[in-house]
């Protein structure tokens, strides 16, 4: 039994060992990658109830000459980890800031949201920087929709509320993500200078099925609409999801239903045609 024992740690450390390297080459990897032109920014439409399209959330794709595809949800926390996700999180910025001016010239503007992760805005300079993209592209600042979690009131939350005005006084405006996954207290939402909420997935895959989902994401559109905000609710995948939600009067819906994330640069020429 104890010889077992051993051998279970012996494989425990050996897992954990391919783990780490598995994400120190990962790292390299990213550098490279970023250097290397490898990622790019894909666009998620965003529908209201009747269907037409208000906006859309710009999403990281990398595909690694080796790895083929590698998924946000492994790289981005190395790119967190590693404080890469600072320079290719604005580099979405700018990406998003070019397609608004394109989108606008073209007569086919709508809002678009992109993800900023907590090291990237609370990097030095970040308010400077988002202020420089949006002058040299020329987008409109009030088509700009941030998304943060709720995770960035955990901490410093003075001076994230005052980074949040600094930004808002630009224009651009902040949506919570993934909202009901974190620790957010209704005190805190009140005070932070808000457009939106986004109701994660979790809570909109089971619905209508599921009561407690339900009750859930009605409590979330009942909170929103008294903090007059706006609500997007995320993963929708079929119909009886877009038609409670719709019932329920949820501002936006986005979700395989409606839309795959999809090249950028294809998706903007698709609306000026
Ligand atoms: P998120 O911000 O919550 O984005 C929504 C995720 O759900 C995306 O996964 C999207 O492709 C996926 N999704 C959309 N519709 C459906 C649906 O109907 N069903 C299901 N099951 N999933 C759906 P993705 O693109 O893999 O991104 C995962 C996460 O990685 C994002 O979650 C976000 O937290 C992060 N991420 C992606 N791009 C960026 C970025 O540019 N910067 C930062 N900081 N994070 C990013
Ligand atoms: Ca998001
Ligand atoms: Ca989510
Ligand atoms: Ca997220």
Known sequence: AKDLGRNRICFFESAMQTDVQRRLTLEQDLKVGFADAQFS???QPQVDCGGVVVGGELLMRWQHPQRGAVSPTEFIPVAEASGLIVRMGDWMIEQACSALARLEAGGALVPLSVNVSQRQFRQ????TRVQTMLGQSGARADHLIL???ESLLAEQMEETIARMCELVALGVRFSIDDFGTGYSSLAYLKRMPLFE???DKSFVQ????????TAIVQTILAVARNLGLRVVAEGVEIKAQADFLT??????????FFGRP???????ERRLA
């Open 41 to 43: 920014a894909f666009v």
């Open 124 to 127: 030095e300079g970040f308010v």
């Open 147 to 149: 998304e943060v979690t």
């Open 197 to 199: 909420l986004k109701i």
């Open 206 to 213: 089971d619905t209508p099925a599921d009561p407690s989902d």
């Open 247 to 256: 019932a329920c009067q949820c501002d936006v819906l986005q979700g395989y």
């Open 262 to 268: 999809e090249p950028l640069a294809g998706w903007v």
